[in-house]
């Protein structure tokens, strides 16, 4: 029997903004955001790029909570790329970094308003503590169902389909049996759903190896605003957007 608390649903992240009316919207089940522009939005007020990341990541609470509210199911944050080793060491400890405190300090309330935290990526290469963190985080959250918030950190889309085709062949998977279902079950983000919506802040229009194979069919979504500065009613637009385009998949419009 479970008790009263468990019962109660969670408390909502966050009240709906009387100005933004989802009438009529058709809200997208999964939004991957490419979170860009960090480093030029602090630049742009003479800070050192580390003080953009910073912002960045607070700013990741903010659409968290806007996307819950809108009903968005799935948000998938690109947070640090395979690439993005190459930056210089006190740029990637920076980012290191700020993952580890965001877990230490968010974790609870995270998970005390049903966020369910997932992460794609290669955990090979970052440290054993904040591997630890994150594997903590994973299983404390597993059972929420209000959203889920997938951290693609040290994620290539590159990397993850050479790492599903390798334990693919590790599993002695039969050649006839390799199907793009099969394949999406080896890849990072298996049992989600494939994003319906990519947003890019930061003016850029490239995937830079995010979701490649996932986002096959997703509608794209390129704002010139830095990350930080991505806020509520920025993403009311990106949906709205969404809403307007017609997804056909290939397929001619009947009617
Ligand atoms: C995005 O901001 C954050 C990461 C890639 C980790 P950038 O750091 O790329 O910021 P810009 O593009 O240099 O402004
Ligand atoms: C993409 O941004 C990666 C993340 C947002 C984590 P980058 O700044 O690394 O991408 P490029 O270099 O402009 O393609
Ligand atoms: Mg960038």
Do not use: C
């Not at 649903?9 to 939004?31: E, N």
């Not at 602090?42 to 996307?67: C, D, K, W, Y």
């Not at 049903?114 to 994973?138: W, Y």
């Amino acid at each position: 029997m479970p008790s009263e608390a468990q019962t109660l649903p969670p408390p909502p992240l966050a009240r709906l903004p009387g100005t933004f009316d989802l009438t009529g919207l058709r809200i997208p089940h999964h939004v991957g955001i490419i979170m860009d522009g960090n480093g030029r939005w602090a630049q742009q007020r003479g800070q050192p790029r580390f003080m953009g990341h910073r912002a960045g990541t607070t700013n990741i609470r903010r659409v968290l909570e806007a996307s819950a509210t809108f009903g968005i199911k799935v948000l998938t944050i690109y947070a640090f790329s395979t690439e993005n080793w190459a930056r210089p060491p006190a740029e990637v400890r920076t980012l290191m970094q700020l993952l580890s405190r965001s877990l230490n300090d968010q974790l609870g309330e995270l998970h005390a308003n049903g966020v369910q935290i997932r992460h794609s990526g290669s955990l090979v290469g970052i440290s054993d503590t904040l591997r630890r963190q994150i594997l903590a985080a994973l299983e404390l959250t597993r059972n929420n169902t209000r959203i889920v918030l997938n951290v693609a950190f040290n994620y290539g889309g590159r990397a993850e389909i050479i790492d599903a085709v390798q334990r693919m062949m590790a599993d002695r998977v039969p050649p006839d049996q390799i199907s793009e279902d099969l394949l999406g079950e080896y890849l990072y983000t298996h049992g989600l759903p494939d994003p319906d919506l990519i947003i890019r802040t930061g003016g850029e229009y490239r995937l830079s190896n995010f979701l490649i194979w996932q986002a096959a069919y997703a509608e794209y979504y390129a704002t010139p605003t830095y990350w930080p500065d991505f806020d509520e009613g920025e993403l009311y637009r990106a949906i709205v957007t969404y809403s307007e385009r017609d997804r056909r998949f290939g397929k001619v419009k009947v009617g």
